[in-house]
Every structure is written in structure tokens, then in C-alpha cells.
């Protein structure tokens, strides 16, 4: 697929969503030079060399930004790596990704976070933004070199999807940041309480003889989180959260005003941990897939707006270490592909969200949270855009992901909507490919 | 097709079953069919004593990623005495140790001809994942904390030799609960069949959430006695993590052990059974692990019968379902 360098599109016959702006209607976009010049341009500000891009019958909104994938490279290129990776991402309808710092070596020093830089420059997917790790080599103990980290680009710190066990790290390192203006992400977990559980600990954990993971290891690791926050009066973001515990105490706490916010990834939005039933793998996945009231909960924090955002909690791993017994098994999954088609499925066709409100906790919030451009189609904005058809009714198959993962909780399921084109700095990066296409 | 050469032992029409994974998910009706087979199997042979040819011919293979004497040994006994051949695969120095997947080891055994794969793993799910992933019959000698089928089979085999029906029947599973997999066999077993089932021990081994499922739990082993058709006493496991569950050992004996003072205050039929290994002096005295109550080395030869059984039924139903795909629709 080449690349046009002709960066000037007009994008046509669309409905265009985008909650920045509090529009959803239909209207044109004019793209020029790479950042979007217009909503409803006048003919003559269209130039005569414009690529024209049919949006009929399709949704046209600001790229997804993801909050936290992981994409393995250096050091487990088997999982993942960073061209696939973004790839992925676009395939997703994502133009933005932040990425995990949890690489071999993991991202602690300026030259980690440019060797990524340099290799999503090349790769030319989606953009990638790196997370550097909070504490020195992830172990919990000492802050990592954060403003130097800051100035080599860094976007965010966090040791996700390791948990921060060191409470007093956490705090000082809020204190800290606070000079950056950059947000630390924590996925709130404490790990005496996780202790080997591999699912949800509940009556289906019970009956299956697998260790759980209880509730209490996530609110208490929240409970903590938030009140740091408070005390520190720094920029944290929670999540991925997963239990009614998580959202209660978030909403309490924002409810007083204090500046966190919260996470939720898709699977947590639709499966339960009844899955586990199979004993397959793939719905080895953390957060763990919770009890149904768990579920419900979730849906109603993300369509009430207590969780700002849904990220896709891409945490790929090799098929080899997926079909090893569940036990030995890692946790993890694909997610990129599926998580704008899960959210419609489950949270716009269920009437919990709007498609506003959908593009917001997809796109507009989480770029919000990690303070990087995007998540907005207003003049001025670079062009990062996707084009969703809804009516793709899909099934999700792991052997067509462009992710090197396989592995999918949702593999095997029906969902709606899919992105048909996604679009960085006005280049059409990613197309469906039109064997993959099943219009209603 | 017929499988018997034993002209009194006809292949039930209502069993289909290649693998068997659990009682989970076994009808009541099916249960009982692998226990009359059992029955039938343990007279032909003598109480699993001889040997008859009803599987000659036939390989089985053990495939024990956990350490194991007697079910192994039982497992093997129960193929030799329907005139199958056995053989041995363990992880400890084996191609598993080399870094082998424990699906590929399988696959690898398959090749060699096997017509079951008995499988021990401490993890959950993994026989599930093997008979999803193999053409020859899979049997589950013990997935992890998840079920141990033939286990609560021989169990139940053992009450209903000596109260004829299981239903109305109370019986308590006593001690770690949370992991054992006898005590989850049992569980599904006794209550499809209409038992009424008691589970007692220490609430950090006995979850309240087994009330939630319907489940009788209680706390105090002497409140439970005087109702108790049978009792079955786990083994307490003392590896460190389990330790830190309950304080110690000695603890343990005070609250749970079935020693004399407790057989008085029991009923007068009271059938005491273990899946054993026993702890003498832990879950059971030797007074009562060698007096009249005991049935605990029944339970043994039972678990040839049922093992027998289960070997014939899946074998059976492997033939029945290859037959039928390969006939004609005009058959």
C-alpha cells in the first residue's frame, strides 16, 4: 500500500463526531497539509489537487488514543513489536498510543524512550507516546530519572502493568512530578492479595479450583491512590480498574473535587468471569474478567463519565506461552483491533453511550489525561482521524489481527463497527482491506 | 458395533462420552452407568482380582506431570486387567523438563498409538485443553484443586455398595476443601445423585460461598456427627502456603480428627472412608481407620472397578463415533 504524499483530503457525506467541539452532524472535513483547515469549507477554499474520500454512511471522528499498550520491544519481540504494534493500533482505528515502559530493558533512561521514538518514526503506524517506568528497572524502590525522562519525551510515568507496591515511591514521586505537569498512571493492584490468583476470586473460582484474585487487591491499591492524590495534589490516573469497589471510591473522591481519573478496559465492559468455565487462556486477561454485578457497574461508571476513558489494555503474548497450561500461561491478550468495535457493541448498541460520548472516552479523554495532541478534530488539530463503518458486523479472529498476538477474549465473537480508514497527520496510514469487509 | 466379549455385558445406548474431564458436567444418569458398570466389571474380574480380555489389543498411557503411587498404580492395574497394555510417561526428566509443552508431550504420545491418556497436572483445565487437542480419549487423574472424577466415583461406588441408594443419603466431606479436587468430585457427584452434602472444616478452607451454590458448610465437626451417613476425611496438606491457612497441625487434630470419642457420638451404621494417603493421628486415629466403620481400603479396589470402567465406556464411545463417521448414510 503506498502511501500518498499528497496530504491535502477532503473528507465527504460523513457524520462528524467529535465532543471537543460538541458537534455530531454531518459535514465535511477539509485536511490541508497534514492538520485539519476546516468543518464545511466553502467549495473555493477546497484545493483542486484534493484527494476526496468518500464517508458515506460512516462515522467520522478523531483517532483513538490508547492509554497504555503494551508493545514489548526491546526484549520480547516475539509478542510484539513496535511496527506491529502500531500497526495494530491502526487496524484499531487508534492514531495515538501510549506505550508501556515494561520492555527488556525496561524504559528507564533517555535512550530507551528514543529508541522507541526512533522505531514508531519508521514504522509509521500509529504515533507512539512512551510512558517511562516511574521507579528505577521497575523494581519499586527508587524514583526512576523522571525529568530527564521528561526531556527525552516521556508523556507519562507509570510501572504499568506492574502495580506500585511502594507507597511512599508513590507519593513522593506525585510530589515530584508536579514539576513536570505530567501524569503518573497507576493499575492499582496489591500483590500479597493477588498472590497467584488467576481469575476473578468468586463462586466460579470456587468450583473451578483456580486461585483468585480477590476485589480487595484492586480497592485497597485504589483506596491508596486516590488519597495520595489528594494529599499530593498530583496528577494520577488509575487504571485499569475493574471492580465496584474502584468506582465507588472514585466517584466519591471526585465528587470532592480532587483531580484523578480513571481507566476501564473493553473486556471488562462486556465478558464475566463465567468465561473461565473453558479453561482456555484466552480469557486469562487483567484485569481479571469479574462477576457479572461487576460488569454492570463498570458499563454504568463509563456511561455516567466516573471512568473518563477506555483503553484497550493491549497486553499481547506469544501463541507458545498462551497454550501453555493456565497456570503457566501469562496473562494477556490482543486488544487494539477490538476495542472500538466492542465499545459500540456493548456500550453504544446496549444505550449506555452515545456515539459522542464514545468518542469521547475512546479518543478525547484519555489524549486529555496524558496531555498530548489529539482526541479533537478542531481547526488546527493535525489530521489524525478514523473513519468507522457501524454496520461492519464482524467476527473477531486472531489469525487476521496485524497484532503478532493471536490471542483475543473476544476471539470468536460477533461485533459491530469498524474502522475503514485511520488517518495520521492527514495520511491515510491504514485501509480495511475489502475482503475483510461484511456490511450488514 | 460390540465391544463386549463377555456375552453378559452389553455397551449402554446412552453412553457417548470419549473423555472424562469431571462429574461437573456428567448427568445423573451417567454417573450411575459408570458405577453398574463398575459393579459388573469388579464381579467379572473377581473383585479386580483377575483378568478378563475386554480391552486387548488397546494401549494406555499415563502421562503424570504431578507425583503419584496409588492412582498411577491403579490407573495401570485397571488397564492390565482388561487385558490392556500400559505405559509410563512422568515430567520429572523427561522431554517436559526439556522445555517441551505439555501439549506437544501429548501429541507425541498419541503418535505412538495410545487409546487413552490418563492425565495428572496441577493445574486446572489442562485434561480439558489436551481433549480438545487430542483424538484418543483423555481422563482426568486429578486436574489441580478442580476434580478428580474417578475419585468421587469410587467414593460413591463405596457408600452405594453399602446403602444401596445414594439419595437421602447425608454425607460430609471434612478438611481442605478449597484444595481438593476429591472433595469437588464428590461434591457434583453426591448431589446429582440426591445426597445431602455436608462441608465442614475451618472457614479459611471452607469458603461461605459454598452456601451461595447450596451447599450445607459448617465449622464444627461435632455439631455435623449425629447426622452423618458417612463421612470423608481429606487429607490435610502441609506445604508452607497451606500452613499459613490454619496454625498448625496439632490445632488441626483437635477440631477435625475422627477418633473414638467422636465415633461415639456418631451414628451406629456411620461409614468412615478417606481417599487417602492417610495421616494417622491427623484426620484419623488408628482406631478408626482400622475398626468396623472403616472402608477406606474398599475404597482401593473400588477405584480399579471404577478406573476399568471408565477405560471401557470412553473406549467405546471413541469406536462408536469413528463407526459413525465413517458409515454411510444408508446404514
Not at chain 1, 474520500?53 to 497504555?68: E, F, N, R, Y
Not at chain 1, 507516546?129 to 525522562?149: D, F, N, P, T, W
Not at chain 1, 507496591?165 to 501524569?183: G, H, V
Amino acid at each position: 500500500m503506498n502511501e500518498t504524499a499528497n496530504k491535502d483530503l477532503l473528507i465527504e457525506n460523513g457524520r462528524l463526531v467529535d465532543p471537543s467541539q460538541d458537534l455530531d452532524r454531518s459535514a465535511r472535513l477539509l485536511v490541508i497539509d497534514g492538520c485539519v483547515a476546516a468543518i464545511d469549507p466553502a467549495d473555493a477554499d477546497i484545493p483542486t489537487a484534493c484527494d476526496r474520500l468518500d464517508a458515506s454512511g460512516k462515522i467520522v471522528a478523531p483517532g483513538l488514543v490508547d492509554l497504555g499498550a503494551e508493545l514489548r520491544e526491546p526484549g520480547n519481540e516475539e509478542d510484539e513489536t513496535i511496527e506491529s504494534g502500531s500497526h495494530a493500533a491502526l487496524a484499531g482505528g487508534y492514531t495515538s498510543v501510549l506505550c508501556c515502559s515494561s520492555t527488556r530493558p525496561c524504559i528507564d533512561s533517555p535512550g530507551g524512550v528514543e529508541f522507541v521514538r526512533q522505531k514508531a518514526t519508521k514504522a509509521r503506524g500509529a504515533r507512539i507516546h512512551v510512558i517511562g517506568c516511574l521507579s528505577k528497572g521497575r523494581e519499586g524502590e527508587q524514583m526512576a530519572e523522571l525529568g530527564l525522562l521528561a526531556d527525552a519525551g516521556a508523556v507519562a510515568f507509570s510501572d504499568a502493568p506492574k502495580s506500585m507496591p511502594n507507597d511512599a515511591l508513590l507519593k513522593r514521586a506525585l510530589e515530584y512530578c508536579r514539576m513536570f505537569d505530567l501524569p503518573i498512571i497507576d493499575r492499582p493492584e496489591v500483590p500479597e492479595l493477588a498472590e497467584n490468583g488467576m481469575m476473578h476470586d468468586g463462586r466460579i473460582s470456587l468450583v473451578l479450583g483456580l486461585k483468585g484474585l480477590p476485589t480487595e487487591a484492586e480497592d485497597l491499591a485504589v483506596a491508596r491512590d486516590v488519597r495520595l492524590a489528594e494529599a499530593t495534589s498530583g496528577r494520577l490516573h488509575v487504571g485499569p480498574v475493574s471492580t465496584m469497589g474502584a468506582v465507588d471510591m472514585i466517584r466519591r473522591v471526585k465528587s470532592r473535587g480532587i483531580d484523578v481519573t480513571a481507566s476501564v478496559c473493553p473486556h471488562n465492559l462486556c465478558l464475566s468471569d463465567v468465561e473461565l468455565r473453558s479453561f482456555d487462556s484466552k480469557y486469562k486477561v487483567h484485569p481479571p474478567l469479574r462477576s457479572e454485578k461487576h460488569v454492570e457497574t463498570l458499563q454504568k461508571a463509563v456511561a455516567d463519565g466516573t471512568i473518563d476513558a477506555i483503553q484497550s489494555g493491549h497486553m499481547p503474548r506469544s501463541r507458545e506461552k498462551k497454550m501453555d497450561d493456565l497456570d503457566l500461561s501469562p496473562f494477556g491478550g490482543a486488544a487494539l483491533e477490538t476495542t472500538l468495535a466492542t465499545t459500540i457493541t456493548y456500550m453504544i448498541d446496549k444505550q449506555l453511550l452515545d456515539w459522542s460520548a464514545a468518542v469521547d472516552r475512546l479518543s478525547t479523554a484519555p489524549a486529555k489525561i496524558a496531555g498530548i495532541a489529539g482526541g479533537s478534530l478542531r481547526p488546527g488539530s493535525a489530521a489524525d482521524i478514523v473513519i468507522i463503518d457501524p454496520n461492519q458486523n464482524w467476527t473477531v479472529n486472531g489469525m487476521q489481527f496485524r497484532s503478532h498476538c493471536i490471542s483475543s477474549p473476544l476471539d470468536g465473537h460477533s461485533l459491530r463497527g469498524r474502522a475503514t480508514h485511520t488517518i495520521v497527520g492527514g495520511e491515510i496510514r491504514y485501509r480495511l482491506r475489502p475482503e475483510l469487509q461484511h456490511i450488514a | 458395533m460390540s465391544n463386549a466379549v463377555q456375552p453378559d455385558l452389553t455397551f449402554p445406548k446412552n453412553w457417548h462420552r470419549r473423555h472424562l474431564l469431571d462429574l461437573e458436567s456428567l448427568s445423573a444418569e451417567e454417573i450411575s452407568t459408570i458405577l453398574d458398570v463398575a459393579q459388573q466389571l469388579k464381579e467379572m474380574t473377581q473383585g479386580c482380582r483377575n483378568k478378563i480380555s475386554l480391552l486387548a489389543g488397546k494401549t494406555c498411557a499415563n502421562l503424570f506431570f504431578e507425583n503419584s503411587t496409588r492412582t498411577r498404580n491403579s490407573f495401570s492395574l485397571a488397564a492390565k486387567r482388561l487385558g490392556a497394555d500400559t505405559v509410563e510417561f512422568s515430567s520429572a526428566g523427561s522431554s517436559v523438563a526439556k522445555g517441551e509443552t505439555f501439549i506437544d508431550t501429548a501429541k507425541t504420545i498419541e503418535a505412538m498409538g495410545v487409546e487413552w491418556v490418563v492425565t495428572r497436572h496441577g493445574t486446572p483445565g489442562t485434561p480439558h485443553l489436551l481433549s480438545r487437542e487430542l483424538d484418543c480419549c483423555v481422563l482426568n487423574a486429578g486436574d489441580g484443586p478442580h476434580g478428580h472424577p474417578t475419585q468421587g466415583l469410587l467414593d460413591i461406588l463405596t457408600i452405594r455398595q453399602h446403602r444401596g441408594d445414594i439419595k437421602g443419603l447425608t454425607v460430609a466431606l471434612v478438611g481442605d476443601i478449597a484444595h481438593s479436587r476429591t472433595a469437588r468430585s464428590n461434591i457434583w457427584g453426591l448431589s446429582k445423585l440426591g445426597a445431602h452434602v455436608i462441608i465442614c472444616g475451618p472457614p479459611t478452607l471452607v469458603s461461605p460461598r459454598w452456601t451461595e451454590l447450596g451447599f450445607e458448610v459448617a465449622h464444627h465437626l461435632d455439631d455435623i456427627l449425629p447426622r452423618c451417613d458417612v463421612l470423608n476425611l481429606l487429607r490435610i496438606q502441609f506445604e508452607r502456603q497451606r500452613a499459613r491457612l490454619f496454625p498448625s497441625v496439632h490445632e488441626y487434630a483437635a477440631l477435625y480428627a475422627m477418633n473414638g470419642a467422636r465415633m461415639r457420638k456418631s451414628k451406629d451404621d456411620i461409614l468412615i472412608m478417606a481417599p487417602g494417603p492417610i495421616n494417622r493421628g491427623v484426620e484419623i486415629t488408628p482406631e478408626v481407620a482400622d475398626g468396623p466403620h472403616s472402608v477406606i481400603l474398599e475404597q482401593v479396589n473400588n477405584g480399579i472397578a471404577v478406573r476399568m470402567a471408565a477405560l471401557w465406556l470412553l473406549s467405546g464411545a471413541n469406536e462408536r463415533a469413528k463407526a459413525n463417521a465413517k458409515s454411510s448414510p444408508a446404514d
